[in-house]
């Protein structure tokens, strides 16, 4: 045998070697500071080394510890390797091929992983030893611990090299403590691209763990540890899927540690049809799942704040409504609106309870008049949908939230589906009834993913609890030292509290693969996902879409006149009109580049959570509404967002909101004030669209019921126009106490090219007809029209963005200071009378 003078080396972290003498080696390669890397020879000989030794006769008739080999492996024949260590060797084809020998040379017996639609490559019959991780080669299976660690349990392998899709593993804490408490040694290449370099062993400072529970992912049907997967908040590590969570698990993964209470655990059953079995039903699904019943009430605090909480467990009998689920959630909303709490319920339901008739569907109305209650005491509730959120409980609580949450991909609707096709005799489209289906149409807030659900719950509970401190006797009128604020919220979501998982396993480093395929289920995935709208006006108005392309090739749109605004483009520059400042101000508010609004809620609305739908149609992206904080106050922010390059101005709608757009302002005007929340409204529109199906939905309605309400709410209303004040399509988000525009934003009944083309017949005067119509920033607060002219810096906003929102926010949080002094009747009745003057 060739004598090796070496057994291993350690590398620098300036990426030399470095040998046992100390002496330098030039090398090509870098590593991590001190990390040993171990020759193949040295691993296999510390590997037989550990080897038990085979006993005589005498002493293995009395051994119980010593065990022989396998002397075979599937696929495999184990001839000729009797006595020496199995390497399992984790890599694709091409990778095993290489190592195969390699590993062979150094002493042990190598055994390489395949799939049955790989079994004829090349490694599996250079191998001495296989084993098939299943049927199908997928990069996920060959990252799986439990796959991995039962192919070496089934070779005997007390080595696992790991390449390719099997590296994640190496940072894997729940894999390498099982594999320590096996036996097993685990390590990963110096270079993934030159594995023969040498090899560093993978270790843990957690202690060696082969207890715990496996859990299969239902979606991929790879199998995870249980404690990995509560630590990634039961989303699979492979494929993303959500796996469902019982309500144990809810309760760990989401409350502070030890701070659930259980209210009305045992409530006496019912059984008003006297349904065959039904008892014995219930007595065995008590025995199974170790619940009383479907869903599970209390209190709990989420980052310290103080919480009413349901948690519907579809465990027990698919989470079904009947008479004790029913009395349970109503019990939990009046218990918390008789010691003001809000109140959080996780949904989870198949629908009504079949065996209790018409008493289940009562549950319905019995659940709706106690939030009913509990909304007329100005309470926050917030549903989180999750999967499977249907038929009663949809029809009630589940959306009846003040902000209704869902997890992404969950089952939401009222109709089974097989009852739908069975109705209509149609096949339903992919992704019908679906978090993502109910987001487009309108109908829930927001998707959250779990990672995040928590972190929104904590941040909305305290948007809505400061303004309950707010509207409190003992709280001074405009009073900023409020007792809840963002930044403690932060600070308790980081530091100060923890959840069951997070004290448990929140340093565990779990399984990780990145799963791709389609947008993702991330933020960004979600964000692309919404942003698809441009795709859904192809659905509803195909020929709206290629107006719309077509009139912004030409240069605008004046979307309430239905003009294009290209015919004004020679006469459009800037310079060529000495001493027109308003034809100035339009041409400045149209730059494409001119900030909008969704970049001054980025500059100055602290934790801003958006809130989409109207509830009843969709979803319209040319309004951006949602809570937030403005100088540490709680406040709703409503505006009109035109977009910041073409595919989003396209989805946007070029910031002419639809009917459902100014609906869904609407619905949270009315929120707002039932919460004693500010509004602050930021205006940039050409004007309401118009179009066929904009009209077919009720524009002109819309836009009437925003106005009248604006009219009457008891809460302060600020607005501020921030580029284009198109119409009533502008008014609609301008109906406030004050008003104010920035110094290039401009305000008008028409576009200038509409107004010359009705009164002049001549679109080209539209420079002309701005100067007329006194539509610059300055001549509208002459006229009264707004309170004030908003200066934006040195330059336009578009070229000092940062002043021009300085300036936006200073006058936000100073009107708002001088506003909350102000009594509810006196808000209303000035404002009344600010427009009636006109």
Request: with cysteine; charged share 25%; proline share 4%.
């Amino acid at each position: 045998m060739k004598q090796r003078t070496q057994d291993y080396i350690t590398i620098g972290s300036d990426g030399t070697v470095l040998p046992k003498d100390g002496e330098a080696v030039s090398s090509g390669q870098t590593a991590e500071a001190a990390d040993v890397a171990y020759r193949l020879s040295r691993m296999a000989d510390e590997a037989a080394a550990a080897l038990p030794v085979v006993p005589n006769a005498l002493e293995a008739a009395d051994s119980s510890e010593w065990t022989a080999s396998p002397s075979s492996h599937a696929n495999g024949s184990a001839d000729g390797v009797k006595g020496l260590p199995v390497a399992l060797v984790m890599a694709r084809a091409r990778t095993a091929k290489r190592l195969v020998r390699s590993v062979s040379d150094a002493g042990f017996a190598p055994c390489v992983v395949y799939t049955q639609d790989h079994r004829f490559d090349a490694h599996v019959k250079l191998a001495p030893l296989s084993v098939c991780l299943g049927e199908k080669h997928s990069d996920a299976l060959f990252c799986n611990g439990y796959a991995v660690l039962t192919a070496a349990g089934e070779c005997g392998a007390t080595t696992v090299l790991l390449c390719d899709e099997a590296l994640p593993l190496a940072e894997v804490d729940s894999f390498l403590a099982r594999a320590a408490a096996r036996g097993i040694r685990v390590f990963r290449p110096l270079s993934a691209e030159a594995p023969l370099l040498g090899w560093v062993l993978c270790t843990t400072d957690k202690p060696a763990f082969d207890g715990g529970s496996w859990r299969a992912c239902p979606h991929c049907g790879l199998n995870f540890d249980e404690a990995s997967l509560a630590a990634g908040h039961y989303v699979c590590p492979s494929c993303g899927g959500y796996l469902r969570m019982s309500s144990t698990e809810r309760i760990d993964d989401t409350l502070d540690a030890d701070s659930f209470v259980e209210w009305d655990r045992v409530v006496a059953e019912t059984d008003p049809l006297s349904f065959p079995g039904y008892a014995d039903k219930l007595a065995a699904q008590r025995e199974k799942t170790g619940l009383e019943e479907g869903v599970r009430t209390g209190e709990g605090r989420i980052a310290g704040l103080r919480v009413a909480v349901g948690i519907m467990d579809s465990q027990f009998f698919m989470g079904s409504m009947g008479s004790v689920v029913g009395e349970k959630v109503a019990r939990l909303v009046d218990r918390a609106t008789s010691e003001r709490l809000p109140v959080v319920i996780f949904t989870a339901s198949g629908g009504a309870r079949m065996q209790e008739g018409l008493v289940s569907l009562m549950q319905m109305a019995k659940v709706s008049c106690a939030l009913e209650r509990h909304a007329e005491a100005k309470l926050p509730y917030i549903a989180v949908l999750t999967d499977p959120t249907t038929g009663g409980v949809t029809a009630s609580f589940a959306m009846q939230g003040d902000v209704i949450l869902a997890e992404p991909r969950a089952l939401i609707g009222f109709a089974g589906q097989r009852v739908i096709r069975d109705t209509i005799k149609q096949e339903l489209p992919e992704g019908f009834q679906t978090a993502e289906f109910a987001l487009e149409h309108g109908l829930i807030d927001a998707i959250v993913e779990r990672a995040e659900l928590r972190g929104t719950l904590a941040h909305l509970l305290a948007l809505h609890l400061a303004t309950e401190v707010a509207m409190r006797a003992d709280h001074e009128p405009g009073d900023r030292e409020i007792l809840v604020s963002y930044e403690a919220v932060r600070e308790n979501l980081a530091h100060g509290t923890d959840t069951y998982n997070t004290v448990t396993y929140g340093d565990l480093a779990s399984e990780g693969f990145a799963f791709g395929g389609g947008e993702g289920w991330g933020p960004l995935g979600l964000k692309r996902r919404i942003s698809s709208l441009a795709e859904r006006l192809d659905r509803r108005g195909a020929a709206s879409r290629k107006r719309l392309e077509r009139v912004l090739s030409e240069g605008g749109f004046d979307a309430e006149a239905g003009v294009s605004l290209e015919g004004a483009a020679a006469a459009g520059d800037v310079g060529a009109q000495e001493g027109n400042r308003a034809w100035e101000s339009v041409q400045l508010a149209r730059n494409t580049r001119r900030p909008t609004a969704l970049s001054y809620i980025d500059a100055f609305v602290d934790g801003f959570i958006e809130l989409h739908g109207d509830r009843a149609f969709g979803d319209d992206g040319a309004i951006v509404a949602g809570l937030g904080w403005i100088g540490g106050r709680a406040v709703t922010v409503i505006a009109q967002e035109k977009g910041r390059d073409l595919p989003e101005r396209i989805a946007r709608n070029f910031g002419c909101p639809q009917p459902e757009g100014y609906r869904k302002s609407l619905r949270l005007m009315r929120q707002a004030e039932k919460f004693g929340r500010p509004i602050v409204c930021l205006v940039d529109t050409q004007g309401a669209f118009c179009g066929m199906e904009a009209e077919e939905r009720g524009q002109g309605n819309a836009i009437a019921d925003n106005l009248i309400e604006l009219a009457g709410l008891r809460v302060p209303v600020v607005s501020v126009l921030l580029g284009e004040g198109g119409s009533g399509g502008a008014l609609a988000l301008a109906l406030a106490d004050r008003v104010a525009m920035q110094e290039h934003a401009v305000y008008s009944v028409l576009s200038p090219e509409g107004f010359a083309s009705i009164l002049w017949k001549d679109r080209t005067r539209a420079p002309e007809a701005a100067a007329v119509m006194k539509m610059s920033a300055a001549e509208a607060c002459e006229m009264g029209i707004v309170d004030a002219v908003l200066s934006e810096g040195a330059r336009p906003a578009h070229e000092n963005p940062e002043q021009a929102a300085a300036s936006v926010r200073a006058y936000v949080e100073a009107t708002l200071d001088e506003l909350a002094d102000m009594p509810a009747d006196e808000l209303v009745k000035k404002r009344h009378e600010r427009f009636a003057k006109f």
